[in-house]
């Protein structure tokens, strides 16, 4: 894979008898942290990667542990920080620029790879034991025995977060019920709302794009100037609708009644509906109101139907029944908020 | 905080009780702490909080568990439909499109 960042994090080599292998800090520069920064507002995310091959942590020997990384940078800068004041290498496997959790789903960060890698790099010539450690993330994607039979190394599943690695190997390799779960807090969820806000963007400008357009109708001419002042009020509640469904919907999802992601969103848009009206942004067109009372619920039941994929609790087939009763739903009701607002152009 | 729940009773998640060795690879992989071994052999804890992974089912030796893997993803579900596959995190090998990452 094309190095697509530069290489200031590597600060030396060491020579060893599975060669040259690059010297990396555990403490991170400007330039990774610029780099956190960018692909948490999704600029670059797919291009954010790190050679795979063998890193050294500290001054690791023969008798040092081996804890395996996906080829994200981001994935990499967390693991790498988590173990400081620690001698270990770090093997990092071609994941195409994915997080382990994810590439495990999809098989890349998986068996084969591991195994291959471990060819590769010669880890037999580097290290006189045979443990490798895995984050347990990247189960889905791993065969512990099979790695096992193939390669020789045993599969040592760590915690889920890099952060408990260094407590998870001074307890002796064990890992306490609270380190083997995943978690979505708040500031989990935080974290994702700039991703979040980015993601539909595009689609958001269609969106308004349109409303402009549909803004010019009248009773009598279709007007340019209606157009741009009725379709800047609608924009802009448009434009409330889509914040408060990636940024509120990620942070209140807990609190939000019912378990599936599409009502828990239909309740959103209800809600901010409510406040516009209190608030007198909406209100002065009766059908209008009505057309957005379809609108705002789907817009925002569908935005956080999406935030499925980002969660970590939801399954396939929990995502597929409801999306079987909230699809049609949603199409229906923005169907008749749109014509809804057409009519009202027109009284 | 409030543990989060997903929909009830829709997870295809099935265990073969008679299969299980006992030696917890299950345990350890499950990011949902779903399974417990008790007496030697594995228990199902709460099965709604199963979010079909596959770790489970991929790291048991004796291949006591089943389970229909995949991403509960809204957005891979819809390119997974509209392109006749199954969905999958970044749908396509253009990584690019990826929504995870």
């Not at chain 1, 960042?5 to 520069?29: C, H, Q, R, S």
């Not at chain 1, 490798?132 to 994607?141: C, E, M, N, V, Y």
């Not at chain 1, 008749?336 to 009202?344: A, N």
């Not at chain 2, 439909?81 to 970044?90: F, I, N, V």
């Amino acid at each position: 894979m094309e190095e697509t960042i530069n290489k200031k994090y590597i600060i030396g080599f060491m020579d060893t008898e599975a060669g040259k292998i690059p010297k990396v800090p555990t403490a991170l520069n400007i330039v990774d942290k610029w780099g956190t920064f960018r692909v948490r507002w999704s600029f670059n995310r797919m291009g954010y990667t790190v050679t795979p091959g063998i890193y050294a942590v500290g001054n690791p020997n023969r008798d040092s542990l081996v804890l395996v990384s996906a080829n994200y940078k981001l994935s990499f800068d967390v693991l790498r920080q988590a173990i400081k004041g620690m001698d270990a290498y770090i093997m990092v496997i071609d994941t195409n620029g994915i997080n382990v959790w994810c590439a495990a789903g999809k098989g890349t960060f998986g068996t084969s790879e591991i195994v291959n890698r471990i060819e590769i790099t010669e880890l037999k010539k580097l290290v006189n034991h045979w443990n490798i450690i895995l984050p347990q993330l990247g189960a889905p994607g791993v065969s512990a025995y099979e790695v096992k039979r193939l390669s020789g190394f045993s599969v040592i599943y760590g915690p889920i977060r890099a952060v408990d690695i260094k407590a998870f190997i001074n307890a002796g390799m064990k890992a306490s019920k609270k380190m083997r779960q995943v978690r979505f807090s708040i500031y989990d969820r935080l974290l994702l709302v700039p991703m979040e806000i980015m993601s539909g963007l595009k689609y958001i400008l269609w969106a308004a794009f349109i409303t402009v357009l549909l803004s010019g109708f009248s009773k009598t001419v279709y007007s340019t100037t209606t157009a741009v002042i009725a379709g800047a009020h609608s924009v802009l509640i448009l434009i409330l609708a889509y914040l408060s469904g990636t940024i509120f919907g990620p942070l209140l999802l807990p609190w939000l009644p019912g378990r599936s992601f599409s009502f828990k969103g239909g309740i959103l848009g209800l809600l901010l509906f409510a406040i516009l009206c209190v608030t007198g942004f909406i209100g002065k067109n009766l059908i209008e109101s009505i057309a957005w009372l379809f609108l705002i619920p789907a817009i925002n039941s569908f935005i956080v139907m999406n935030f499925t994929g980002a969660s970590t609790y939801t399954s396939l087939s929990g995502v597929r029944k409801e999306m079987r009763i909230a699809v049609p739903l949603q199409v229906i009701f923005a169907f008749i908020g749109i014509v809804l607002y057409v009519i009202s152009r027109f009284i | 905080m409030e543990e989060q729940k997903y929909l009830k009773n829709v997870v295809t998640l099935e265990f073969y009780f008679i299969k299980c060795t006992g030696c917890g690879m299950c345990e350890t992989v499950c990011p949902h702490s779903v399974f417990e071994v008790k007496e030697g052999k594995a228990h199902i804890t709460e099965r709604d909080l199963c979010m079909e992974c596959g770790a489970c089912a991929k790291n048991c030796p004796t291949e006591a568990i089943r389970v229909k893997a995949g991403v509960g993803c809204a957005g891979a579900i819809i390119m997974g439909a509209l392109t006749g596959k199954e969905p999958t995190c970044g749908h396509s090998d253009d990584s690019k499109k990826s929504c995870c990452g």
